[in-house]
């Protein structure tokens, strides 16, 4: 264990946000890490008081930082302000989110032996905010797809694989049809791929590739996406290891990196003490890794692993009935030091 106090941005986020974001501070303690947190708002209620959902104090201080554990944030659906989520993707440039999609020992779930990582391109693609109406009932969405942007995340993707010891990488894409934009997509990770020699890489249609996970998704190690069919596929994979409340995340840039879960604000159970925190907490031994904690990290994820096995220890999510705290607490008791 460190005995250095680390600086994290802490963005508890909206919804069920504050609740699990406290669950994973509270298992970050336990597990002997010293950690000054800087609390920031951002979310809908910064934006009734700011006019913008991040407002910049936020980002100076991620930038600062260099890191932050991120709660989730809502955004308003067919109209209202831009997202938050990706405006901070875009405006710190954390380009690669990265999503690790595992079977956990002892959780009853449709398939074993699933152990894939999503790398998934955040700054472009269809989310790049240019939309406009072209006259009345039409209107235009661009996906942008740049040479710089598809080169580094097939860089970050091949990095990883090799980082990692995983054999193939499986670029995702609808090249068929976006020939020029999903095309140069491919074309980068071509190009990327002939400085990896070791690592088999291939191309699969992106409806072909939502099927073959449905049935046998242990064939993946490594899907390289675009930002719109990441987003997409996150959830799905998400479905295959046991639902949304238990996949972390991190999305990484040069200079700094922000660690949250693939789930949104769940704004249905928000509240309620029952949202399942440990999608955040392995998002903040993600952190904890980043930050050099590894032996930390190593607990938490045991911590989990051993209060999975418990169906007693279990929210509503996955079938049980215990809340947020008693995760919370279960985890912390088992990542002591
Ligand atoms: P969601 O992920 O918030 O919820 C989908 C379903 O999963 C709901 O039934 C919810 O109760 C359940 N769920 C999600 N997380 C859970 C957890 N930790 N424990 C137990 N159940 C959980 O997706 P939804 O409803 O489509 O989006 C709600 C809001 O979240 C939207 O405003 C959306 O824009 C935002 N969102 C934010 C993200 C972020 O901040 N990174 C990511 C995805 C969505």
Not at 64 to 92: C, D, E, M
Not at 254 to 269: K, L, R, T, Y
Not at 296 to 305: N, S
Request: charged share 20%; hydrophobic share 45%.
């Amino acid at each position: 264990m460190s005995s250095r106090e680390h600086e994290v941005v802490l963005i508890p986020g909206d919804g069920i946000g504050p609740e699990v974001t406290e669950a994973a501070v509270q298992v970050v303690e336990a597990a002997g890490v010293k950690i000054a947190w800087e609390r920031v708002e951002a979310g809908a209620d910064v934006f009734q008081k700011y006019g913008t959902p991040l407002p910049d104090p936020v980002l100076n201080a991620v930038r600062t930082a260099g890191s932050a554990l991120k709660g989730p944030i809502g955004t308003p659906v067919g109209g209202g302000f831009k997202s938050a989520n990706v405006l901070l993707r875009q405006s710190l440039d954390l380009y690669a989110c990265v999503r690790p999609v595992r079977t956990i020992p002892g959780l009853p779930v449709p398939f074993a032996g699933v152990d894939l990582v999503i790398v998934r391109e955040n700054t472009e693609g269809l989310y790049s905010g240019l939309e406009h109406r072209v006259a009345p009932g039409v209107v235009e969405s661009l996906k942008v797809v740049t040479e710089r942007a598809s080169l580094r995340i097939a860089r970050y993707a091949f990095e990883l694989a090799r980082r990692e010891g995983r054999k193939r990488v499986s670029a995702v894409h609808k090249a068929n049809i976006m020939k020029l934009s999903d095309g140069l997509f491919l074309e980068c990770a071509q190009r990327v791929a002939r400085d990896f020699p070791e690592i088999d890489y291939d191309e699969i249609i992106i409806d072909n590739c939502a099927m073959q996970l449905v049935t046998r998704p242990q064939q993946f190690q490594v899907l390289l996406l675009d930002n719109l069919y990441g987003d997409i596929l996150s959830d799905l994979c998400a479905g295959l290891v046991g639902g949304l409340g238990v996949v972390p995340g991190s999305n990484v840039g040069a200079d700094c990196a922000v660690f949250e879960a693939v789930h949104g604000s769940a704004p249905d159970i928000a509240g309620q003490g029952v949202a399942n925190p440990i999608a955040v907490i392995l998002s903040a031994a993600q952190l904890l890794r980043h930050l050099g904690e590894d032996d930390a990290a190593r607990r938490i994820e045991a911590g989990v692993h051993a209060t999975l096995a418990e169906p007693a220890l279990r929210t509503a999510d996955l079938g049980g009935s215990a809340g947020t705290a008693d995760i919370a607490r279960a985890i912390a008791e088992r990542a002591c030091p």
